[in-house]
């Protein structure tokens, strides 16, 4: 038996090939509508986080209150699947779309991160399962927790919304400091280069 291995690059574009959506899970369209700051985020800067037990897709139990030293959180509404349309006018919801390309750009700019000394968690309120067969398709190197339950999102009172029939985590990212917010980047916009972001404010915040 002989086995092969490809490039991640390599098998997007293969299963690109083979899959039935109608778009491109992996970018982010050009026509999508901009997220607009309606202040849902403003009580965040010096909070500390809440002490919850959340799931991880390494099949163990996480208490982000409980970490030190610096920790990026990114809260997302929903990864997409690659044989699954998105839920109908997905498109026509600000700041709903680009899930997956934001977690992308993590992953390939994870190395960086850790360097500035940082962890790094996703956050969404999809069950693990579901986030499971994103990180492994995506082949992230950091985990995604599940806030299936809304403990973590109440409490904090992150922003949500409804589509679909399903509740949602209003796309934003959190820097933390020893289980207390630094920096809230809400809204992200565009979703792939908020890695970016987090990397220039972790590098200048470090000087």
């Avoid at 492994?136 to 589509?163: G, I, M, N, V």
């Avoid at 020893?178 to 470090?206: C, G, R, T």
Wanted: net charge negative; glycine share 6%; aromatic share 10%.
């Amino acid at each position: 038996m002989y086995y092969y291995q490809i490039s991640f690059q390599t098998w997007m574009k293969v299963e690109r090939l083979l899959m039935p959506r109608s778009d491109n899970l992996y970018e982010v369209p050009d026509n999508i509508l901009v997220p607009v700051d309606d202040g849902a985020c403003d009580h965040l800067p010096g909070a500390r986080l809440p002490s919850v037990a959340l799931q991880s897709t390494s099949s163990r139990v996480l208490d982000l209150a409980g970490l030190t030293g610096r920790v990026v959180i990114y809260c997302y509404p929903r990864t997409g699947q690659p044989n699954v349309d998105p839920p109908p006018g997905w498109n026509e919801i600000p700041g709903a779309r680009g899930c997956t390309p934001q977690s992308c750009a993590f992953r390939d700019h994870y190395q960086e991160l850790q360097k500035l000394g940082a962890q790094i968690f996703g956050l969404s309120a999809q069950d693990t399962d579901y986030q499971r067969e994103a990180a492994a398709r995506l082949h992230l190197p950091f985990e995604l927790l599940s806030d299936s339950s809304f403990q973590f999102t109440d409490r904090l009172r992150l922003p949500t919304f409804e589509a679909a029939g399903m509740r949602l985590i209003k796309r934003l990212t959190l820097i933390t400091r020893d289980a207390q917010i630094e920096q809230v980047f809400y809204p992200v916009f565009p979703p792939d280069k908020n890695a970016e972001e987090v990397i220039a404010w972790l590098a200048k915040s470090s000087r």
